[in-house]
Nanobody, 122 residues
Framework: VQLQAFGGGLVQAGGSLGLSCAAS????????MGWFRQAPGKEREFVAI????????DYADSVKGRFTISRDNAKNMVYLQMYSLKPEDTAVYYC????????????????WGQGTQVTVSS
């Protein structure tokens, strides 16, 4: 599956931003989808995951209550809506796909988008 993330940008602290990820290729609904991020000098970290049908989600503690992941299998899209953004949310955000259920480990994701930059100014 090929993934393309978009929607990043510059936003002030406390603001909102929505990311989208378009998938093409293999059957989208057979993949669990995740969002990850990587800040300069830091390792790539888990942000949110959503299961195949969208029936279950999970979030990193740092974004819980502020970010919402969703998917539309009919459109082959996954989304990340971000609210109450903080400067520490600044990173390159990646969408990724895996056939494994319930994983939040980046090394268990087989397909990655190119990343989109999110910058939150204080």
């Amino acid at each position: 599956v090929q993934l393309q993330a978009f929607g990043g940008g510059l936003v002030q602290a406390g603001g909102s931003l929505g990311l989208s990820c378009a998938a093409s290729g293999r059957t989208f609904s057979t993949f669990q989808m995740g969002w990850f991020r990587q800040a300069p000098g830091k390792e790539r970290e888990f942000v949110a995951i959503i299961t195949f049908s969208g029936g279950s989600t999970d979030y990193a503690d740092s974004v819980k209550g502020r970010f919402t992941i969703s998917r539309d299998n009919a459109k082959n899209m996954v989304y990340l809506q971000m609210y109450s953004l903080k400067p520490e949310d600044t990173a390159v955000y990646y969408c990724a796909a895996t056939a494994r259920y319930g994983s939040s480990r980046p090394d268990q994701y087989d397909f990655w988008g190119q990343g989109t930059q999110v910058t939150v100014s204080s």
